[in-house]
């Protein structure tokens, strides 16, 4: 299998290529706009064609770059079946399976951090987007963001999955790439609460600054990274 974790330096974003094989058909989570020259760049170079590229929430730090893989490989663009976006090709509901040569990812919707958040499990590993970060958790104080639903699909969802199952998220502001279900119930200071109740607390003490590129990235989001 075909597996690059990429990064944007700019919005601390991860995004992930994945393919069965060499030759093969791609799949992309959370690009990256500004990224774009050099998701082609590996395409192309890895020598894979790009089928599905796919959102696993509408980002309010930086700008997809879902229309603009559209417009480049003609690929189709997902989402979850709650998100608002227009512009996407195909939605997938809540247990619903990405197919992709022979890989398949299983949609798990996670709201919380947002309402149409989804995570995608595939084998030994799950992207979480902002659902669960590492030692952290996507906020979840706009974009109708509910702490009350984060806690329901971190506990009764995402920490359901068995404890070795690697944890790929789609940030990271401290240099972690990559951790397990089982380290993150031990050591993720989010999960250390006994109620859905304390964890909205938490989360509402938390106070954080708006994101800089929020006005930005939202309208152009739900055009699949056209400015609108
Ligand atoms: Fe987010």
Same mark, same amino acid.
């Given at each position: 299998?075909?597996?690059?974790?990429?990064?944007?330096?700019?919005?601390?974003?991860?995004?992930?290529?994945?393919?069965a094989?060499?030759?093969?058909?791609?799949?992309?989570?959370?690009?990256?706009?500004?990224? $774009?020259?050099?998701?082609?760049?590996?395409?192309?170079?890895?020598?894979?064609?790009?089928?599905?590229? @796919?959102?696993?929430?509408?980002?309010?730090?930086?700008? /997809?770059?879902?229309?603009?893989?559209? &417009?480049?490989?003609?690929?189709?663009?997902?989402?979850?079946?709650?998100?608002?976006?227009?512009?996407?090709?195909?939605?997938?509901?809540?247990?619903?399976?990405?197919?992709v040569?022979g890989l398949r990812?299983?949609?798990?919707? /996670?709201?919380?951090?947002?309402?149409?958040?989804?995570?995608? @499990?595939?084998? &030994?590993?799950?992207?979480?987007?902002?659902? $669960?970060?590492?030692?952290?958790?996507?906020?979840?104080?706009?974009?109708?963001? &509910?702490?009350?639903?984060?806690?329901?699909?971190?506990?009764?969802? #995402?920490?359901? $999955?068995?404890?070795?199952? #690697? @944890?790929?998220?789609?940030?990271?502001?401290?240099?972690?790439?990559?951790?397990?279900?089982?380290?993150?119930?031990?050591?993720?200071?989010?999960?250390? @609460?006994?109620?859905?109740?304390?964890?909205?607390?938490?989360?509402?003490?938390?106070?954080?600054?708006?994101?800089?590129?929020?006005?930005? =990235?939202? +309208?152009?989001?739900? =055009?699949?990274?056209?400015? +609108?």
């Amino acid at each position: 299998m075909w597996f690059r974790q990429l990064f944007d330096a700019e919005s601390s974003t991860y995004t992930y290529l994945l393919a069965a094989r060499a030759g093969g058909e791609a799949l992309i989570i959370d690009p990256v706009r500004e990224q $774009l020259p050099q998701y082609l760049r590996l395409i192309r170079e890895l020598g894979l064609k790009l089928v599905i590229a @796919v959102d696993t929430h509408t980002h309010a730090d930086h700008v /997809t770059a879902l229309g603009a893989l559209r &417009d480049a490989t003609a690929c189709a663009t997902w989402m979850g079946e709650q998100s608002q976006a227009e512009c996407v090709s195909a939605r997938f509901r809540d247990g619903e399976s990405l197919r992709v040569d022979g890989l398949r990812l299983r949609a798990l919707y /996670t709201p919380g951090h947002t309402d149409e958040s989804y995570s995608l @499990v595939m084998d &030994d590993r799950v992207f979480t987007g902002d659902a $669960l970060l590492i030692r952290g958790s996507g906020r979840t104080d706009f974009q109708n963001g &509910d702490a009350h639903a984060a806690y329901d699909s971190l506990f009764n969802k #995402l920490l359901k $999955l068995p404890d070795e199952t #690697l @944890v790929y998220p789609g940030h990271d502001y401290k240099g972690w790439t990559v951790s397990s279900i089982g380290e993150e119930r031990r050591w993720n200071p989010r999960l250390q @609460v006994a109620s859905a109740a304390e964890y909205a607390s938490l989360m509402a003490a938390l106070k954080l600054p708006t994101p800089k590129l929020m006005d930005i =990235a939202i +309208p152009a989001n739900l =055009a699949c990274g056209r400015m +609108p």
